[in-house]
């Protein structure tokens, strides 16, 4: 993840006023963690001597409430939070990471938010502007509506930056290890690490003591493994794994044959070298 300096960057935003949608919440949002302090003014008509981003209004190029309003390659069209993503996406993120976020979490957002049609997300921010029964000021529900989804922006890309970091530490172990057994001292995110190399197997902490063996997918996020643990282990109880492969602390072997768990480091290395070794793998 790119580091941003606000510094140069707007200082004052408008947006239009009234009811409020996730589309102008999370772009406030955005441009909030751009900036922690940008001024975001809110009315129906833009005035003439603003100086600064204006966006979801005035027709301009975070506007896309017009005629010639754009559309993405694969047919969804912009909303503001996708034009300003689109635009300043890379100070936080390389190229990569912003199709990527854009396409898994904006344009979601952007299709409701043009063809009204349904999505959770938009719901709960369209939730906080007040019924006709509270009596909350709209400036502040349009606040809270803003932290809120700051909130779920900060903590996405907190996840990504993690994913990198994990990318990287796991590469570098992987690219050393000559056993297709890769150990790791700490449980994160591995598969796209190790798909392309020769690993077969990845050992870890659990988070419920012990050690889990994963055996590695063929391609990030699919079921089928290069090397899945033998159909003679799966769904068998402890006693019976135990006696089967005399390791006496063999706790689990999922019927699915992806996932061992044994209580100490040492089983764990028995385990996958005894997978290695399996001729029906």
Known sequence: MHSSDHTDFFSRGFTHGGVFHADDIFSTAFLRILNPEIQIERGNTVPQSFDGIVFDIGGGQFDHHQKDSRSRTNGVPYAAFGLLWEQFGTRLFCEEDVRDFDAAFIQPLDQSDNTGEKNMICQIVADFNPSWQDETDQAEAFEQAVVFAKGILERRFQHRKAEQNAFEIVRKQAEKCGSGILYL?????????????????????????????????????????????????RGLDAGKLSVLTGVEDFMFCHHAGFLCAVKTLDSAFLIAELALKNKGN
């Open 185 to 233: 001292e700490r449980a994160m995110p591995w598969k796209e690490a190790v798909k392309d190399l020769d690993i077969y197997y990845v050992i870890y902490p659990s988070i419920r003591d012990g050690y889990n063996i994963q055996a590695v997918p063929l391609q990030q996020d699919q079921e089928q493994l290069k090397r899945p643990f033998p159909e003679s282990w």
